[in-house]
């Protein structure tokens, strides 16, 4: 009897990885004004597009099979060369963690791959139902009364108990609806692991808060990216499946947990986020932009239409936020709201991540910072995009040289650079514009 065995090896050809460069450097019709629609590109438009398609990441500081297998900052390649690189040679065998191979940021910037949860079910409606109240809450000391209240009702442990049950979608929504607990009663700089924390917080809630952390991998969820990119739902469900940035920029967005009670109209923390929210879904084409400059040389001929491009994208966003400013000051605030957002700007807690990715970018945009500084604004982000954020940091390290150079190649760069201040100042304007009361709208001077 003889037994034989097949080996089939499967080979990757270069067409496979291969994309359009209008799919990665050009918006669609549905896109942020301003922003050409899609079209084939030709000439000096066709080299700005990336090589190769993004594949899947590898954490920074990754150990085991991916330090060995990932190329380094010193190999050439661009961030999604690199991992895409690492994760052809891993093998199939390997015990991958949940976070390893993150979603694509081409593929829609920061936001969840899917719509957030609008509901949660079973024990967890209790959950809900705490974060929907305590977001309505007069002040602290009636929100902290709520989160008191179910501990002595043994809602907290319960909860607690429940949580490894979660799937990571479950888990995030959850994430959410902790974080609007905390920065309701005051505890969005806290760590809930921390000895002195139980001093000022609720024990049991400490201990579900932390709970929820260890389930996402993400100890300082309390922050934007969570209270804004995790609260929000089309107003009507889609007729078909679209992608979850054009949902955000198409659709009417509704909070999931109001900051105002029902009936009433959307506060002005309400509009904050959901303005954080489209923010970040016009300015996918930002990602895509910088993914494009990864690794360029600056005397590259591409180098300057892509950063042409990124100041059309940055001139976009910014009059997608002056466009949001006259409903936002319209919109009604409490003082209980007021204190919400001032602790979080304390906290600097209120940083959008497409602002973050543009300045890794193009280097220090509105203000200077040290190390310490912009890794303390990025520790509220999940650990996939920290991981992306420093790829780019490294890798548009060549493009950032033009900053120390003259010609028409550095006086593009400094527009990408000046244009981005322009545009953080403008967000900084809506913030404050949310914080206090004012009585005039946004300049477009701001």
């Excluded at 009663?185 to 932390?210: H, I, K, N, T, Y």
Aim: glycine fraction near 6%.
């Amino acid at each position: 009897m003889t037994t034989t065995t097949t080996t089939t090896t499967t080979t990757t050809t270069p067409a496979m990885a291969v994309t359009s460069a209008t799919a990665s450097t050009t918006p669609s019709a549905g896109g942020a004004a301003g922003v050409p629609a899609a079209r084939p590109a030709t000439g000096p438009a066709a080299a700005a597009a990336p090589a190769t398609a993004p594949g899947p990441r590898i954490p920074t500081g990754a150990s085991g099979p991916y330090a060995a297998s990932a190329p380094g900052p010193g190999s050439g390649m661009p961030p999604s060369a690199a991992a895409a690189s690492a994760a052809s040679t891993e093998p199939a065998t390997s015990a991958v963690p949940a976070t390893a191979f993150p979603h694509d940021p081409c593929a829609h910037g920061f936001l969840p791959e899917r719509p957030p949860v609008r509901s949660m079910i079973g024990t967890w409606t209790r959950l809900d139902a705490m974060a929907r109240a305590a977001a309505i809450a007069p002040d602290r000391e009636a929100a902290v009364a709520l989160v008191e209240r179910a501990h002595r009702a043994d809602e907290l442990s319960a909860l607690r108990q429940r949580v490894s049950r979660l799937s990571l979608r479950n888990a995030e929504a959850a994430a959410m609806r902790i974080a609007v607990i905390a920065v309701s009663c005051g505890w969005c700089g806290l760590d809930p692991q921390a000895p002195a924390a139980r001093e000022v917080a609720d024990g049991a809630f400490l201990d579900l808060w932390a709970a929820i952390a260890h389930r996402i991998d993400h100890d300082q969820f309390v922050a934007l990216p969570t209270l804004a990119l995790h609260n929000w739902v089309p107003e009507r469900k889609p007729r078909r499946h679209i992608p979850i940035d054009q949902l955000a920029r198409t659709e009417v967005l509704v909070p999931i947990v109001r900051w105002a009670p029902e009936g009433q109209p959307l506060s002005r923390l309400d509009r904050l986020m959901l303005a954080a929210t489209r923010l970040e879904a016009h300015g996918i084409w930002l990602f895509r932009l910088a993914e494009t400059l990864a690794g360029r040389s600056p005397d590259d001929s591409s180098t300057p239409t892509a950063l042409r491009r990124l100041v059309r994208v940055q001139h976009a966003l910014r009059a997608q936020l002056l466009a949001e400013a006259a409903e936002l000051t319209a919109a009604p605030a409490t003082p209980q709201q007021r204190a919400v957002l001032g602790a979080l700007a304390e906290q600097g807690a209120l940083e959008p991540p497409v602002l973050q990715a543009a300045e890794a970018v193009l280097g220090i945009g509105g203000r200077r910072m040290g190390e310490g500084r912009r890794q303390l604004l990025r520790r509220h982000l999940p650990a996939q995009h920290r991981a992306w954020l420093s790829a780019m940091d490294r890798h548009c390290a060549p493009v950032r040289t033009l900053a120390h150079r003259g010609g028409p190649d550095a006086a593009v760069y400094r527009e990408a650079q000046e244009s981005l201040i322009a545009l953080r100042r403008t967000y900084t304007a809506l913030v404050q514009a949310a914080a206090r009361p004012t009585t005039g709208p946004l300049t477009a001077a701001a």
